[in-house]
């Protein structure tokens, strides 16, 4: 994360990854920049593929994600409105305090999975789900749980709503946005196993990427009036990300990460073929040609959102999202096919991995004659296909793949999303035209 930072300041690299703040004219982070032209969304691609890079893609979380998404909310903040409490102000004031600190945000959409088969107000405790439970002068009092927040090791917590929230009364006090130092009083984090290692050798992308995910639970917890954005307020709850567009740039993000992973599978399953000699075969090359139409494709959607960005009704330059949002779709089909074509190509190579400290030991003859391979001695191949494990198998090789799938909703219901926003219509007319015509 630190270093995620210190690239910002990189002589050459200041002036893509950091821009002069609107309000006090110190450099701030280009995730931060609002477009207004192309060249500021190119700008934004730039800087946002420079971070996914350090990780090759494998951190999800970096903190360009939510700081899209607070961008564009704070461009359209008149959504929030201004009757009663001025939540619009409240919204526009926090990304520029997040802005000019360079804040690290974690966020939690979702209700914990309890019984998915009703609403929160109708599970065995109404409190299960974090809720509103009353108003003061100071701010509003929460309680009850949410699931999952990724990279906890965060400044603030956003808590955003996510699944639909019916209009029955009931539900009204689940329909709440607001921020939170991870600090405040009353809130908890808990996390998962770390996979975290101190071992470069042994667990390479473990050592160094583990974002951490927890449950949060919200103990009576006091959100101040300036840090609530929206407020028993379903049909609000309900369109947030789609009215502000900050699933655009959220999903733009994403796009830019999901392209640096695929290029970095891409090349880790090349070089395991390479080093072991079986990149000649036509089944190896078939399955790293699947890894490479997937880079490819992530491209070209990020080159075709783009291409055809327009300024949306808050005055953002934004992409298109027919190919931001057909990404979002397709990447849950086509990541973790990365698993399974790294695990056909390297095999039982996969589990010829030996402790580092082997190198060290007796053993260190038989490991120089026995590991080398093709195009590498016995100690560099251990280290490439500790990687790849790392990448497809470990406890973190799994969680990447559980990542994938789910980071961005349940891809089955997105799927339906996806169908019923889709304009089919001139597809549609093409067949009916061609079923009535003569020639
Ligand atoms: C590694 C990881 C990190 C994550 N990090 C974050 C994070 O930082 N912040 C955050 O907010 N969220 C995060 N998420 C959560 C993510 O948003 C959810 O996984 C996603 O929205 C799906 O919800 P769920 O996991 O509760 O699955 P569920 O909704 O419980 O679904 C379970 C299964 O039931 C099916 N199902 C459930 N309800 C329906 C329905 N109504 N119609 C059809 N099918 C249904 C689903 O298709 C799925 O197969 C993370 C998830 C993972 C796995």
Partial sequence: MAALYDMQLKPGLLDSMTYPSPTTGDRVGTSFLQPHTKDDLAKRTAMMKAWADFSGGIMGRTADYLNSSIMAMAAASEFFGREGRDYASNIRRYYEHVRENDLVLTHTLINPQTNRSVGPSKQADPFIAARVVEKTSEGVVIRGARMLATLPVADEILVFPSTVIRSGQDDIPYSIAFALPVSAKGLKFICRESFASDSYFDHPLASRFDEQDAVVIFDDVLVPWDRVFILEDPEKANRVNEATDAVVFMAHQATVRETAKAEFVAG????????????????????????????????????????????????????????????????????????????????????????????????KPDVEKYYQAKSADGEDRIRLFKLAWDAAGSAFGGRQDLYERFFFGDPVRMASAYYAWYNKEPYKERVRALLHREA
């Fill in 268 to 363: 880790l399953v090349t070089l395991v073929a390479e080093t072991i000699g079986v990149e000649q075969f036509p089944q190896v090359q078939e399955r790293i040609t699947d890894i490479l139409l997937t880079v490819e494709t992530m491209k070209a959607f990020i080159v075709a959102s783009e291409a055809n960005a327009k300024v949306n009704r808050w005055g953002l330059m934004t992409p298109d999202y027919v190919p931001i949002n057909s990404a979002r779709n397709l990447w849950p089909k086509l990541a973790p096919r990365f698993a399974e074509v790294l695990k056909q190509v390297g095999a039982s190579g996969l589990m010829a991995i030996p402790p580092g400290k082997i190198m060290k030991s007796e053993a």
